[in-house]
Structure formats: structure tokens, C-alpha cells
């Protein structure tokens, strides 16, 4: 009964190492994730607009609550409304629009014999047609304030994937950040010469000279941008003279954080995925030890 109880307790602690590493790896995967930051109704264009809406309702009621047939999203000098036709209602429901992408809490005649039902509604931007929200409404407009990263000051090269515009120009990948005082400041290399300047949260960055950038992307545009987010993707905006009137392109920047090497001391610094390995690696090490002194005692015992 003794060496069974010890078995257990064995098996035990093996059971919560398990869980605790399975929890560290479950958590890792939610460490990457995009946020669509809210429109407000400022930039909308006037105009009226077939717009898609989510609904949510007070999560105790069992009351059926009544869908979203259509809704109408009318903006004029900077305000909006919506006017929106609910399923089983006889006139359509009007509703001041702050942004777009935001839940927003209304309280509306829905609930049985027209009482009222706190809702939130949620009015998607990527339902609406091209030309509806003005340029200046992308998050490369907007202020922000940098992330402040955890690595001593020095020159790192981060893996980085381009998305956005007609997908045939790219940027240079890893590409160098320069990290100084836990901010991080980026040198992008497009493999195209037609960008004169980027907008990044919010503010204009010209082009380096030719004399500031390496020899053999002297005939690419070179810029020094900072380093908004390393977990989140980075919504830029990039002014193409590629066409016959100059053109500004929105794109986003998404880092490989994990992978994030030393541009001068080595191929792999410590972060997540790295630090994660080794506490595995040293986990196992540790459960072999538990295994082994357990099956020596137990050799002595029989002994």
C-alpha cells in the first residue's frame, strides 16, 4: 500500500508539470493577436451606406431578441447614425454612430410589447464600400505610443512579413532594430526606389539619404521608422511615385518576436519560444532525476 501511495505521488507531480507546461504553450499562442482599432465617425465620408452590424444581448435573458435585417449607416460632416431594420419590428430603429468597430451599448424598444433591451451593437468598417472612409482614418494616422521592449540596448534583426497594396513590392527581411533606452527603431529596406516618404502613428518620415544607407540598397527607398508594436501587427502607410500621380498605400508589418536574433552576438537571443525550450528541456531533466532517486530507493527497499 506504501510504495502504491508513492506511486501516486509520483504520478502526481508529474501531472501538474505536465499542466503547468501545457498552460505555458497554450498561453504562448495567444501572445500574437491583432486588435482592428475603432474608425471614428469623423472620417467617414457623407453619404449613405449599407453596413453590416453584431448584435449582443444581456447574456441572462432567454427572451428571443429580434435579428438584424439591414441597416442603413448615414454620415453627414463628421457625424453618423444608423438606421437599422430589425427582424419582426415594424419601423426601423435610428442610433447616433460614434465609431466604427467599437461595441457601443444602446438601450431600444426590442423586448416583448416594445420594452426596452440594453443591446450592444458593433458596426463593421470592412463592410462598407471603397471610398467611404476617408485616407487619414487607417491607424498609420493615428498617435501611438511605442512599445517598450524588455532587450538591452544594441542591434537586433527581427523576421518581418509585408501584407497589403498590390503584393508585388516587399521590404528586406530580417530587417535591423536598433534598440536604445528600451525603444526600438527600425531600418526598412523596400526593394522598390518609389517611396518618398511613411506614416507611422501618426507622424511623416522621409527617405535616408544615400549616403546613410548601405551601398547596395542605394537604389531603394531606405527609412528609419519607429518600432510601434513587436506582438501586435503595425499598420504603416507607404507614398508610392510608382504611378502616374503619387498614391498612398496602406500596409501592415507583422514580427516574428520569437525568432528575434542579436545583429552582432550570436545567432539566437533569449525570448519566449527560446526560454520556453530550455524550461522544457530542464523540466524533463528534473523528472528524470525524480524517476531515477525514486527507482534507487525503491531497488533499496527490495535489497
Known amino acids: 500500500m506504501k510504495l502504491f501511495i508513492e506511486q501516486m505521488k509520483v504520478k502526481n507531480i508529474f501531472m501538474e508539470m505536465a499542466l503547468f507546461i501545457a498552460a505555458l504553450f497554450l498561453v504562448s499562442g495567444f501572445l500574437h493577436f491583432s486588435v482592428r482599432a475603432e ?17 449582443e444581448y444581456p447574456e441572462q435573458s432567454t427572451e428571443a431578441f429580434p435579428l438584424v435585417e439591414r441597416a442603413i449607416l448615414k454620415a453627414q460632416d463628421g457625424e453618423a447614425e444608423a438606421e437599422i431594420t430589425f427582424a419582426g419590428l415594424n419601423a426601423p430603429v435610428s442610433v447616433p454612430v460614434a465609431a466604427l468597430d467599437s461595441k457601443e451599448s444602446y438601450t431600444l424598444p426590442l423586448g416583448e410589447n416594445g420594452a426596452l433591451v440594453h443591446v450592444t451593437l458593433t458596426f463593421a468598417s470592412d463592410s462598407l464600400p471603397a471610398g467611404a472612409i476617408r485616407e487619414e482614418a487607417s491607424p498609420a494616422y493615428q498617435e501611438a505610443e511605442p512599445e517598450k521592449l524588455s532587450f538591452t540596448d544594441g542591434e537586433y534583426l527581427i523576421p518581418v512579413t509585408l501584407t497589403g497594396g498590390s ?11 536598433k534598440v536604445k533606452d528600451g525603444y526600438g527603431t527600425l531600418t526598412l529596406i523596400w526593394d522598390s526606389p518609389h517611396y518618398d516618404y511613411m506614416i507611422v502613428a501618426g507622424s ?56 528575434i536574433r542579436s545583429a552582432g552576438y550570436g545567432p539566437w537571443l533569449w525570448n519566449l519560444k527560446t526560454g520556453m525550450t530550455i524550461f522544457v528541456l ?22
Open 39 to 55: 474608425i471614428a465617425a469623423k472620417y467617414l465620408e457623407n453619404g449613405s451606406y449599407r453596413i453590416s452590424v453584431k448584435t
Open 167 to 177: 503584393g508585388r513590392v516587399q521590404i528586406e527581411s530580417p530587417v535591423s532594430c
Open 204 to 259: 511623416k518620415y522621409l527617405p535616408l539619404d544615400a549616403s546613410e544607407t548601405r551601398e547596395d540598397t542605394r537604389e531603394r527607398s531606405v527609412f528609419q521608422i519607429p518600432l510601434i508594436s513587436l506582438t501586435q501587427p503595425m499598420t504603416v502607410i507607404g507614398d508610392t511615385t510608382a504611378m502616374s500621380v503619387p498614391h498612398e498605400v496602406q500596409y501592415t508589418l507583422t514580427f516574428s518576436g520569437e525568432e
Open 282 to 303: 530542464l523540466s524533463a531533466v528534473f523528472c528524470g532525476i525524480i524517476v531515477g532517486i525514486w527507482k534507487h530507493r525503491q531497488r533499496k527497499k527490495k535489497s
